[in-house]
């Protein structure tokens, strides 16, 4: 397939290119910027007047829930989720059931993955069997077999000495480890913030420190061992800063949150509304600027979905009951740019943290639109506003804090390796 894409705003983060450009595609990848190859006829020609065309975008952390879970939601349709996100590669996290923590499985995934349109998808492998902090994982045979880095996903390691071991394994190889911070002592039953919201509804607390003791053992150890350690789902202004003195120290670590955080609080839960039972919890206001803020400044190294979708008689219970997460993978981009637009940030930050940041952090060479680059685009109207509704997602699981409301930038075009994988036909 040959695509001619014209009068577009090309906006590539890693080539510092933010510019009216025409690009030409042939055979999956990137043969012309600004002027066609020679002898190029284009089978397709796309006139994006009015659309940003970015590299697709790359989302750290998305639940496609197979195997196990087909009745929250199945590989099949949070792919097509994902490229009407305009998300062309993604993370998916190790708490399937069973967890990814056999060659097997992840080669499993992998090759169903392959068989459907949809995103190009990178299993996390699990750091320890069946995620239980016990014993740790053939990381090796796992690396070989397509995992890029390794996580307990929400599953804390309860005993110090396996994290470091593991820490300590993955140093040797060089594989990243990811880790979301979350004492398990500390975090207990608890499904909101420590907090006056809190207080006030009764419901069980999730205190700051449950993040900054677990988070303080995660960067000692980073020190002791020299693993390469990716700090997943911050969601307070302590821990943030405590990744920004790691990193002024010059520690090889880095850290995500998920797109959700950058907008609600603590506030948002006060009408017992489950969709907003994430982990981490939104927490206070102080936070939430606090996040936006070290967004802006680099601290905070990629925004990413957290994808979590969940059918409804999960989430339609007492808030404390619901299962926690949200569905997030088609807001990540209108989320994003909303975070740019009111903090006046330019339109070419939000593309770079969720296209080349995250894409480097996997160590995949998607993210950008250089020449010879893999053909994964997306082509979105930054004008359009959109209502967040149960039909406008096309994502199995329902459950956004986001619905009712309405959200801008709208993905009209995913290509991915090439091919157009998602477009979205337009009434005028």
Known sequence: MKIHIKNGRLIDPKNGIDAQQDIYIAAGHIVGLGQAPADFHANRVIDAAGLVVCPGLVDLSARLREPGFEYMATLESEMRAAAAGGVTSLACPPDTDPPLDEPGLVEMLKFRAKSMPGPRVYPVGALTWKLRGERITEMAELHEAGCLAFSQADTPIVDTQVLMRAMEYAATFGFPVWLRPRDGHLVKDGVAHDGAVAARLGLPPIPVVSETIALASIILLAKTTGARVHVCRLSSAEAIDMVRRAKAEGLPIS???????????????????????????????????????????????????????????????????????????????????????????????????????????????????????????????????????????????????????????????????????????HNH
């Open 255 to 425: 850290c995500d949150i998920n797109v959700h955080h950058l907008h609600l609080t603590e506030l948002d839960v006060a009408d017992f509304n489950p969709n907003c039972h994430l982990y981490p919890p939104f927490r206070s206001q102080r936070d939430r600027d606090a996040i936006r803020a070290a967004v802006a400044d680099g601290t905070i190294d990629a925004i990413c979905s957290d994808h979590a979708p969940v059918d409804d008689d999960a989430k339609e219970l007492p808030f404390q009951e619901a299962e926690p997460g949200a569905t997030g993978v088609e807001l990540l981009l209108p989320l994003t740019l909303r975070w740019a637009q009111e903090q006046g940030r330019p339109l070419s930050q939000a593309v770079d943290l969720i296209t080349r940041r995250p894409a480097e952090l996997l160590g995949i060479d998607t993210g950008q639109l250089g020449l010879g680059a893999p053909a994964d685009l997306c082509l979105f109207d930054p004008e359009t506003w959109w209502q967040v509704t149960r039909k406008s997602l096309h994502s199995l699981g329902k459950n956004s804090p986001f619905l009712g409301m309405e959200v801008q930038g709208q993905v009209r075009y995913t290509i991915i390796d090439g091919h157009i994988d998602f477009e979205r036909h």
